[in-house]
C-alpha cells in the first residue's frame, strides 16, 4: 500500500485503482514467448536433429548418414594391386620369399579383393545404392574391414614364408 | 534438466537460473508478471490482440537480454521499463485511443468484440459483489481508457503497481518532476470522469 500523497476525495478513486483485477492473456501466451526466446532453441534445435537423426538411422540410413562416395571396381583393384605390390616387394626383400610365391599370393589376393569388389557392385544392384552407402559410411565396419584385410594378409604371407622355409631345408 | 520449484525464491535468483540457460527459470518469469505485464499493456493500447502481441515482444526482449539484466535494479521494474517503452512506440505509430473493456474499438461485429474482449481474474468475491466490482471497475476502466497514454502508465504503476515516484521515473524515463505532474493531472481528470463516484 503506497502512502497517501493525494487529496481525501481522491482516496476512493484510489481504493478502486488497487482494486482494478489483472487481466490475464491467453492461456499459450508462454509457450509463444519460449519460443521467442533464441536461447532456449537453439538446444531444442540440436536436440530435434539429434532426435531426427536418430530416428533417420532407424529407417536406413538414407539420410541421416552422409554418404560416402562409392568405391569403383576399378579403384578398389588399382588400390588392392598396389598393396599387394608393395607388401610382396616388402615380403621378398625382407623374407627372401621368392618372387614366384610372391606373385602367386599376390594374385590370390588380388582375385579375392577383386572379388570383393564386384560383390559390393552387386550387392549395390541388388539391395540398393542406399544400403551399400550405408554400410560404406558405417566407420566400425570400415575398421573391421581393414583389420580383417590386415590379419589375412599377415596371416597368408607367414603360411608361405614358413613353407619357403621348410622347402629351403628340404631342398638343402 | 528437471524442473525446480520456484516459491520463495525471489526474482533476481529466478533470473541467475534463466541466465544459465534453465527454461523453467523462464517461464517462472513469465508466470509472474504475464498478467502484470499484459495488463499494463492493455490499459494503455485497449486491445486485446495488440496487447498480447505487445507483451510478448516484452518478454522476448527482456528475456533474450536476461544476461543485461544488471541485479541491483528491480527485475520488474526493468520489465514495466520494456513494456512501456514498447507500448508507447506502438501509440505513436498508430495513435489507437479507444475506452471499451468490452473489446477493441476496431471490432465492427460481435464476434470481433467478443474476440478482443479480455478475461478479468476474479478476487473471490461474492456474485453481487463481484458485479458491483465489475461496474466500478468498468468506470475507473473507461476512465484510465480517456487519460493520454503517458498519464494511464504513470498513473497506472502509481496506483495499480506501487511503485514510487523515482521507480516511475525510472520505467518511463522521464524526469522525476514530469512524473509527479503527469500523476497529478491525471488524478484531477480521473476525479472529473468519475465525479459519481465519490
Avoid at chain 1, 29 to 44: M, N, S, T, W
Avoid at chain 2, 144 to 168: Q, T
Wanted: with cysteine; aromatic share 8%.
Amino acid at each position: 500500500m503506497i502512502e497517501h500523497d493525494f487529496d481525501e476525495d481522491f482516496v476512493p478513486i484510489a481504493a478502486e485503482l488497487q482494486r482494478l483485477p489483472y487481466l490475464s492473456p491467453s492461456p499459450d501466451f508462454a509457450d509463444r514467448v519460449i519460443a521467442g526466446i533464441d536461447r532456449l532453441q537453439a538446444p531444442r534445435t540440436v536436440a530435434a536433429v539429434s532426435a531426427s537423426r536418430h530416428l533417420e538411422l532407424h529407417r536406413g540410413g538414407q539420410q541421416a548418414v552422409t554418404p560416402r562416395r562409392p568405391m569403383g571396381v576399378m579403384q578398389a583393384t588399382g588400390r588392392a594391386v598396389a598393396g599387394v605390390t608393395l607388401i610382396a616387394a616388402a615380403a621378398f626383400m625382407f623374407f627372401e620369399i621368392d618372387v614366384l610365391t610372391a606373385m602367386l599370393s599376390a594374385a590370390v589376393t588380388q582375385y579375392a579383393f577383386a572379388i570383393a569388389a564386384v560383390g559390393t557392385q552387386v550387392g549395390a544392384l541388388v539391395l540398393g545404392s542406399s544400403a551399400i552407402t550405408y554400410l560404406q559410411a558405417g566407420a566400425l565396419q570400415a575398421v573391421i574391414l581393414y583389420i580383417t584385410l590386415a590379419v589375412g594378409l599377415i596371416a597368408g604371407y607367414g603360411a608361405i614364408h614358413t613353407a619357403a622355409q621348410i622347402a629351403k631345408r628340404k631342398a638343402a | 534438466m528437471p524442473a525446480r520449484s520456484y516459491t520463495d525464491v525471489s526474482d533476481q535468483q529466478v533470473v541467475v537460473f534463466a541466465q544459465e540457460g534453465r527454461e523453467d527459470a523462464y517461464r517462472e518469469l513469465i508466470k509472474r508478471y504475464e498478467r502484470p505485464v499484459f495488463s499494463l499493456i492493455y490499459r494503455m493500447v485497449r486491445d486485446k490482440e495488440t496487447a498480447e502481441d505487445l507483451a510478448q515482444e516484452t518478454f522476448i526482449k527482456v528475456l533474450n537480454n536476461i544476461d543485461r539484466y544488471r541485479p541491483e535494479f528491480k527485475f520488474s521494474s526493468w520489465l514495466f521499463k520494456i513494456a512501456n517503452n514498447i507500448t508507447i512506440d506502438h501509440l505513436r505509430r498508430r495513435q489507437v485511443d479507444t475506452i471499451s473493456i468490452e473489446g477493441s474499438p476496431d471490432a465492427i461485429t460481435a464476434e470481433r468484440a467478443r474476440a478482443t474482449a479480455v478475461t478479468v481474474t476474479s478476487g473471490g468475491e461474492s456474485p453481487l459483489e463481484e458485479l458491483e466490482s465489475r461496474e466500478l471497475g468498468a468506470e475507473i476502466e473507461k476512465a484510465i481508457a480517456k487519460l493520454r497514454p503517458e498519464y494511464r502508465a504513470c498513473i497506472i504503476l502509481r496506483h495499480v503497481e506501487d511503485y514510487s515516484y523515482d521507480e516511475i521515473a525510472e520505467i518511463v524515463k522521464l524526469p522525476l518532476g514530469t512524473v509527479k505532474t503527469y500523476i497529478h493531472r491525471a488524478r484531477q481528470e480521473l476525479r472529473q470522469y468519475l465525479g459519481d463516484l465519490r
